[in-house]
């Protein structure tokens, strides 16, 4: 089916709204039958912060959409529908039949894989009642097909970097300029901690659009105290336990989905749906541990195995902080096995790495025409002066740093691409839920 979906437009890619209005009023407008709606820009940490805001509403009681991508393993895991008790993801039977029912109502008409998808997220999220709908736009915001989307209960804009400039121009500024595109006249938005030129372009929107600003390090904070996450705004201090998830970033992305929630009249949650939500939020293949599997087991005995989807150069920086942080706490040598698609910048990427490690493989992104050959991956690899092996896959990789004689049991890291941890998670036998 998503052959056959896919066929319907000759580019994966081709932003712009038109196609979407059409598809819309030719399927009733659900968009306009949704849930009340919390949506979602940025570069970097769209899918974490997400997952907080998940975990925070579940555990105050309410029921909770989300529409988010792209999958790792199966395309259900992109449609998560509410339900008293948690939410679970749509079932094979629904899902086809959605995406049935919108390829038949578009009746030919030119539309994006991505649009159908989107279209299919608005008719299901339509038809099953709950309490919020949270809706992660695909890519860039003015022209991403969430955005017809007319009045969200709340924008939000995760951290804004230098990605898919192809399509979103090649400034911060430019790229920065389509995520705030989807701030709505009078609705708060909720912004992460930009780099002076982006938070001008977030600050000079919401102006224009009269869209009352909550911009962390100025309404809001968050920091590490004691290992303990600590947000404060003008309503007061919230001292909770430290995110599951790992990493630093985690602890902002968090903070991000505690002030959304709390700029939000309509909620009124206690301390402890915020304390439970924070602890148990998960988001796989972002510096998501692999402690077993198929796929695990093929590396050193001892090893530690960790799967980040990271693919940009802001990516990279927060996941090597992240292992720099484990290495002051137990240190080990550090491989890196990196794939990439082609369109992505391994020399930014691979430089954060540099002074952890001189060890990186590199594999091609498995079944992906546009992945990075690794013999470019490793030229850059090279390039920032490090010792570099190709494989023809994650599997071959491990294996092969098996037959290495280690002191000390080393910490492998699998990153580069979504498009890589979705295989290694479906090799793994970990696949998402």
């Not at 997400?50 to 909770?64: D, K």
Request: glycine letters at 8%; aromatic letters at 4%.
């Amino acid at each position: 089916m998503i052959t056959r979906l896919s066929a319907l437009h000759p580019s994966r890619i081709d932003l712009s709204l038109d196609r979407m209005h059409g598809l819309m009023e030719r399927l009733g407008h659900p968009e306009r039958k949704l849930p009340p709606v919390i949506h979602v820009a940025g570069t970097n940490g769209k899918g974490s912060t997400i997952a907080y805001l998940r975990a925070i509403l579940e555990a105050a009681g309410l029921s909770v959409h989300v529409f988010t991508s792209p999958y790792l393993v199966r395309l259900n895991e992109c449609y998560r529908l509410g339900a008293a008790g948690g939410g679970k993801l749509v079932s094979d039977d629904e899902l086809r039949g959605t995406l049935e029912h919108c390829e038949h109502v578009n009746a030919g008409n030119p539309v994006t894989i991505f649009e159908i998808e989107t279209a299919a997220a608005f008719c299901l999220f339509a038809k099953h009642p709950a309490d919020v709908a949270l809706l992660e736009v695909g890519l860039g915001g003015r022209l991403d097909s969430t955005n017809v989307v007319e009045t969200p209960l709340a924008s939000v804009i995760t951290p804004v970097s230098m990605d898919h400039m192809e399509f979103l121009g090649d400034t911060l500024t430019s790229i920065a300029s389509e995520k705030a595109a989807i701030i709505k006249r009078k609705v708060p938005v909720i912004c992460a901690e930009q780099a002076p030129e982006a938070m001008a372009v977030v600050e000079a929107q919401a102006d224009r659009m009269r869209a009352p600003l909550h911009a962390a390090g100025q309404q809001w904070h968050v920091s590490v105290e004691r290992g303990r996450l600590v947000y404060q705004d003008d309503r007061g201090l919230l001292d909770l336990a430290a995110p599951r998830l790992f990493g630093r970033h985690q602890f902002d992305n968090a903070g991000l989905a505690i002030a959304t929630l709390r700029a939000i009249d309509a909620f009124k949650l206690n301390i402890a749906a915020y304390e439970t939500g924070i602890v148990s939020a998960e988001w796989p293949a972002r510096m998501q541990r692999l402690a077993s599997g198929a796929l695990v087991c093929q590396g050193p005995q001892g090893c530690e195995v960790w799967l980040d989807g990271g693919h940009n150069a802001e990516g990279g920086r927060v996941t090597a902080a992240a292992l720099g942080d484990l290495e002051e706490r137990v240190p080990r040598p550090l491989v890196v096995i990196a794939g990439m698609m082609d369109n992505k910048d391994a020399d930014a990427f691979l430089a954060n790495f540099a002074g952890l490690t001189r060890h990186i493989i590199a594999v091609p992104v498995p079944r992906r025409d546009n992945g990075m050959p690794p013999e470019r991956l490793a030229d850059a690899a090279r390039a920032q002066g490090m010792r570099v092996e190709i494989a023809t896959g994650v599997d071959t990789a491990l294996q092969r740093l098996a037959a290495l004689a280690y002191e000390v049991p080393p910490r492998i890291l699998i990153t580069g691409s979504l498009y890589l941890a979705g295989p290694v998670l479906a090799a793994n036998g970990t696949s998402p839920e």
